[in-house]
């Protein structure tokens, strides 16, 4: 399944967007252009299949695991509440991230909105070891 990330470097003030194939990102992380770190993780409209489910999470761990401090923010459009239920648990427990919803009166005008009532935005960063989410506050 194919995907994308937008990857952020804050140190060179850089971003860019990377296709991702979360199958084979699921067993290896290609070389990405930039390199790792990132300070930022990026996706939209990920969560729709139960059967892609496990290699978009293990890709999230993936690159977190050569990027700890990067922050993850994913927008969902929630199709299926068991599927969206089930990913927010694999985050937060088999990930063990930080994991808060941004509440929609913070997004700009127009995903605030009424026509935006299924959209739900995610932000999940690594725990520190004393169980706090590392890095700056989540949410």
Known sequence: MR????????RRKT???CKLDWITCAVDVP??????????IVGAD????EKYLPAF??????LLEQSPRAQVYVAVDV???GLVRRFEAALAEQLRLAVKVIPKKKLPEPYNGPDWVHATVYHAMRRAPGGAAAGEACG
Do not use: K
């Open 46 to 49: 990920v969560v729709y299949n």
């Open 79 to 81: 199709r299926d509440e």
């Open 3 to 10: 995907g994308s990330a937008f990857v952020r470097r804050r």
């Open 57 to 62: 999470v293990a890709t999230i761990d993936l």
């Open 15 to 17: 971003s860019s967007v």
């Open 31 to 40: 070389a990405l252009t930039p390199a790792p770190p990132y300070d930022l």
